[in-house]
């Protein structure tokens, strides 16, 4: 009997086509980023984690507890700079009252000396809900240049899963979002904002998306618009490989690129820590029905080309328009998972980009509202 030999696979992308690839040897890595990424040593595949998402939840609990910190002191330490950069912007900050009684601080940043309605643009960071604080450096000069686009942007602290030895899985930050914004609706003309849009990356992503499926869901019409950065939607990072190959591929081809899909099960377990809603919208918004999407205001959904999410918000971008939501989609070469926000030192073009954008959606939005 003759024995075929194995097929070669090298000529598809990233890991689909050779399981040694790293950023550092994939050539469609942005040489600007991959710059930051060898300063960093993050430019080979990253290290799995030794605690599994299917491990017993404390022991999870604390392996996010320290992804927390490490993350935290990335962002606390990266340069966030950019020639011509400036901080002339006024801040206050507001409280809103949750569900359950706590507080959810609102970080309101404006542009200087600017009157009139403004968009405004509601952030709710990336972490995967899990962890990361909404006012350090990177998510502050975010809204910073937002503001200075000419918007107001709004910063969440909602409640993740994870904040110091407290543990509130779903639903809680998702509900801290829909009572935030909900409060930003209703201070439209005190905060001088012409439209609401929601914008989030990655765990902000995910809530900017589920906030809106939830206000639809009760009947609260607050939301003007939806901005999705690189999204994390699918709970399905520890999916067998056979489904993620046959479902969303870049979970394989882009593992380890600065993120690994093991370490993002992990968040995943903190959110939903019985895996009881890993198929609901709400918690999870890949999963949502074209009639659940029906009807929701118009979106952008923005995926990176190396990151392991990207097929995820592409799915999503498709479903959404066969669902008749108005959607405008892009994919952005040679970057990895929010780069355009965390490393924005080096890809500041990029960045400059993404915020154009952005003000530019919540803009047109307001500007659509005005003529009906």
């Excluded at 498709?318 to 924005?344: T, Y």
Aim: hydrophobic share 40%; proline share 6%.
């Amino acid at each position: 009997m003759t024995v075929s030999p194995p097929q070669q696979t090298t000529d598809r992308p990233g890991r689909l086509g050779d399981d040694t690839r790293s950023l550092a040897t994939d050539k469609r890595t942005s040489p600007d980023l991959l710059k930051a990424l060898v300063s960093f040593g993050l430019d080979g595949q990253g290290v799995p984690s030794p605690v599994r998402a299917s491990d017993d939840l404390d022991t999870v609990l604390a392996a996010v507890r320290e992804a927390d910190e490490g993350f935290q002191g990335l962002y606390d330490s990266i340069d966030v700079s950019l020639p011509g950069d400036s901080d002339d912007v006024e801040t206050s900050v507001a409280t809103v009252e949750g569900v359950d009684g706590d507080i959810i601080t609102l970080h309101v940043i404006r542009p200087s000396g600017v009157t009139g309605p403004l968009p405004g643009v509601v952030y709710l960071h990336g972490g995967g809900m899990a962890i990361l604080s909404a006012d350090n450096p990177v998510h502050r000069r975010w809204c910073m240049d937002i503001a200075q686009a000419g918007a107001v942007a709004v910063m969440v602290d909602f409640r993740n899963a994870s904040r110091g030895e407290e543990h509130h899985p779903f639903p809680t930050g998702v509900e801290d979002c829909l009572k935030a914004v909900t409060w930003v609706h209703e201070q439209r003309e005190a905060l001088g904002l012409s439209t609401v849009v929601l914008q989030g990356e990655s765990g902000g992503g995910n809530l900017a998306i589920a906030t809106a499926l939830l206000a639809k869901r009760r009947g609260i019409e607050a939301i003007d618009g939806v901005y999705a950065s690189v999204p994390y939607i699918s709970g399905g990072y520890v999916w067998a490989r056979e489904r993620k190959l046959a479902e969303l591929p870049s979970m394989i081809e882009n593992d380890g690129y600065f993120v690994l899909c093991e370490q993002m099960g992990l968040l995943v377990r903190a959110y939903d820590p019985t895996g009881e809603y890993a198929d609901d919208p709400i918690a999870w918004p890949y999963h949502a029905s074209e009639e659940e999407l029906r009807g929701l205001p118009p979106f952008v959904i923005s995926v990176n080309e190396l990151d392991p999410l990207r097929d995820e918000g592409i799915a999503f971008a498709r479903r959404l328009a066969r669902a008749g939501v108005p959607v405008a989609s892009h994919v952005n070469l040679g970057l990895i998972h929010g780069a355009e926000l965390i490393f924005r030192h080096w890809v500041g073009p990029s960045t400059r980009a993404a915020v154009a954008s952005i003000v530019g959606f919540a803009r047109d939005r307001a500007r659509l509202a005005a003529r009906t």
